[in-house]
């Protein structure tokens, strides 16, 4: 497969980027337990806070460590990890939207005279394999936020000619890709006259960047009121580790009302089966019930390896459940009659996610972990409003802004502890467990601040009028 530098520059990034997720100087010095060999890492310019805890979900999932290099910097669209072994790195790129292409790196410098030093030191031994006589190989120059013309990449490439290459060039089908990587920093406005760090290696493999196109919501038959991002949508299964032959769940899956413009009926393929059909991963698909999701049909079991939702946020329409302040005096009798209509009554959010948290420490197994997006009012946002839970660990918090007031957070939580019956109402026992009720009036918040905004809109047209 031949590696393919992608287009220089990125998409327009929409996430908020903070340090939570820094790495520790403990885990960065953690020592393989095999002879753990130097990976460069490209990175897509997107999602930016939901990268890390990608790679590490990934890397978990294929028995690897995350174990990055002193100068490892979040931001940067380059990353070099030490890695236990190619496969694991393979493993890694199998799965990843969030990263582009990983290299066996062989070389690395602040200037072309530095890497030239370490390609040097390079182990002979190492690089035999990929530069017999009777191989065929082709050398590719990408360079991040600068544009060079060809002249300048072949004389790049020229500059290489002391590597021990005893093959042949073929540039349509190598046996081997070698790429000189030269990152000019993020900003296009000042870009230097010289790259910032400039990297050489063998290319492995590409991500799985591809997916979020061919899985586009716009060419899906069947879309619901709120159908998730598909980028997302793979991040969050990265995120929450998911693997063949896994039993997945998703509590607030939705209505599937119609949503296209103009249309009022679904027809007869519109509907989950259907999407997935459309997929060829109908065979992935188990089935999908409607019930409340405050009152768990489920027995108590720990039953899931994941459980992956998108909450309703009340946004559209106020959030309800069934019930009415006089369900604790009516008997199972009223409640199950057959032509019982059932009432409903108003859920708030810090219900919902208590529910949610309760109900994942009860059904996930041991180590199986909760993925969610918690919709937040940035002016009022703390760390302290994270819902927690005895049972659960967070994993990491990760923040798409949707708007200048108004954001969600893709919560990862991982169960470390089996559920007991004290552990229901930790929330009402330990204030560190309750959700911030704050929560409960996002919609009025959320919709105040488009007024205001809409109101700054009017004002400014009506001034460029005057």
């Avoid at 929409?14 to 095999?34: D, G, I, T, Y």
């Avoid at 890492?41 to 990934?58: D, G, V």
């Avoid at 810090?350 to 009860?362: E, G, T, V």
């Amino acid at each position: 497969m031949e590696y393919t530098p992608p287009d220089l520059y990125e998409s327009d990034d929409v996430v908020s980027c903070r340090n939570l997720f820094e790495v520790a100087p403990e885990e960065m010095a953690l020592p393989c337990k095999q002879a753990c060999k130097r990976y460069l890492l490209h990175l897509a310019q997107e999602h930016i806070e939901f990268r890390l805890p990608e790679i590490k979900s990934l890397l978990s999932l294929n028995g690897a460590q995350f174990i990055a290099e002193e100068n490892f910097g979040e931001k940067s669209p380059f990353w070099i990890l030490n890695i236990s072994s190619e496969e694991a790195a393979r493993g890694i790129m199998k799965r990843t939207v969030c990263a582009k292409s990983i290299f066996e790196l062989w070389g690395y410098g602040k200037t072309h005279e530095e890497l030239y030093t370490s390609l040097k030191k390079y182990p002979v031994q190492d690089m035999g394999h990929f530069l017999k006589v009777d191989s065929t190989y082709k050398i590719n120059v990408y360079t991040f936020n600068k544009t060079l013309t060809h002249q300048e990449r072949i004389t790049k490439i020229d500059a290489l000619e002391f590597m021990p290459f005893q093959g042949k060039v073929n540039l349509k089908n190598p046996e081997h890709v070698f790429c000189l990587l030269e990152d000019y920093g993020s900003d296009p406005n000042r870009i230097p006259e010289h790259p910032l760090n400039i990297y050489f290696g063998r290319w492995i493999a590409d991500g799985q960047r591809d997916l979020i196109r061919s899985f586009s919501v716009k060419k899906r038959h069947f879309i619901g009121n709120t159908s998730m991002d598909a980028g997302l949508s793979f991040i969050m299964a990265n995120h929450g580790k998911v693997k063949a032959n896994d039993l997945v769940f998703d509590p607030f899956v939705g209505t599937g009302k119609a949503s296209r413009k103009n249309q009022k009926w679904r027809g007869p393929d519109e509907n989950i089966r259907a999407n997935l059909r459309q997929y060829n991963t109908e065979k992935s698909y188990i089935d999908v019930l409607v019930s409340d999701a405050s009152k768990s049909i489920w027995v108590p079991k720990m039953l899931f390896d994941a459980i992956i939702t998108d909450p309703p946020y009340g946004i559209r329409e106020s959030t309800r459940k069934i019930g009415c302040q006089r369900e604790a005096a009516k008997s199972n009798e009223e409640w199950c009659g057959e032509n019982h209509i059932p009432a409903s009554m108003a859920y708030h959010l810090s219900d919902i996610f208590i529910d949610l948290l309760n109900f994942a420490a009860k059904q996930l197994v041991m180590g199986g972990r909760l993925v969610y997006w918690l919709p937040v009012y940035r002016p009022e946002y703390k760390e302290e409003i994270i819902p927690h839970h005895p049972c659960l660990k967070l994993i990491s918090n990760c923040e798409q802004i949707l708007s200048s007031h108004t954001s969600r957070r893709l919560i990862t939580m991982e169960k470390q502890k089996e559920f007991e019956a004290e552990d229901e109402l930790a929330h009402l026992i330990d204030s560190k467990f309750s959700p911030y009720q704050g929560h409960n009036s996002f919609r009025e918040k959320y919709f105040s601040g488009l007024t205001k905004k809409i109101a700054k809109q009017v004002t400014n047209t009506s001034k460029m009028q005057d």
